[in-house]
């Protein structure tokens, strides 16, 4: 277990649809990190929020947007949703250190009709 | 540019050593992570390197060499629930934490 909770575990959207995803990140860990993971890849940068400031972007469009609150809670938004965007999206939370480990939560399977 | 490479696959029987290798070409390099995916759950912790040479934990070692960009995961003693996904990681230097994936080694342990 570590400590970072995600939800929901599953959602279906439909093709121009809006989504948020939620995450709870470990108690003490100030950095969240989003990734997208389409099957049978390894995970993607989307993200990552530092004190509830964006610090760091990873190669997706705008309408992949977030926040950070200052409870460790955390969304990822995403806007005109596209067949592509079905992936298994996890969040990472860790501490400020640059070079500290990030420990993912379970996950979001996001399916796009 | 940024690019990791490992295995896509490999199979390996219950009580044997396997090592999955990964190679790595990045902008700028900060450290190096190995993860343990099952399907279906979160990526977890395996291992962290930064400096050259061995790193020992368990059932599970890992080495790293940065002036050849290469890196590898040993499991010994495997287990049958050690059929995973194995992702090597590497941290850029870009000021903020990011991890860039290898699609992940497919590991199938059998009887």
């Known amino acids: 277990e570590t400590g970072v909770t995600q939800s929901p575990t599953h959602l279906i959207k439909t093709r121009g649809q809006q989504v948020t995803l939620r995450c709870s990140s470990q108690s003490g860990h100030n950095t969240v990190s989003w990734y997208q993971q389409a099957l049978g890849q390894g995970p993607q940068f989307i993200f990552q929020?530092?004190?509830?400031?964006?610090?760091g972007r990873g190669n997706f469009p705008p309408r992949f947007s977030g926040l950070q609150f200052p409870n460790y809670s955390s969304e990822l938004n995403v806007n005109a949703l596209e067949l592509d965007d079905s992936a298994l999206y996890l969040c990472a939370s860790s501490s400020d250190s640059s070079t500290d480990t990030q420990y993912f939560g379970p996950g979001t399977r996001l399916t796009v009709l | 540019g940024q690019n990791i490479d490992q295995p896509t696959e490999m199979t390996a029987t219950e009580g044997a050593i396997v090592q999955i290798n990964c190679t790595y070409q990045?902008?700028?390099?900060?450290?190096l992570f190995w993860y343990q995916q099952h399907a279906g759950e979160a990526p977890t912790f395996l291992s962290y390197?930064?400096?050259?040479g061995l790193e020992e934990k368990g059932r599970f070692s890992s080495f790293l060499s940065r002036s050849k960009g290469y890196s590898y995961l040993l499991l010994k003693e495997l287990q049958m629930k050690d059929s995973a996904s194995y992702l090597c990681a590497v941290s850029p230097n870009t000021g903020f934490q990011k991890l860039v994936f290898g699609t992940g080694t497919r590991l199938l342990v059998s009887p």
């Open positions: 390197n930064v400096l050259d």
């Open positions: 990045t902008s700028g390099f900060n450290g």
């Open positions: 929020y530092y004190r509830e400031e964006e610090n």
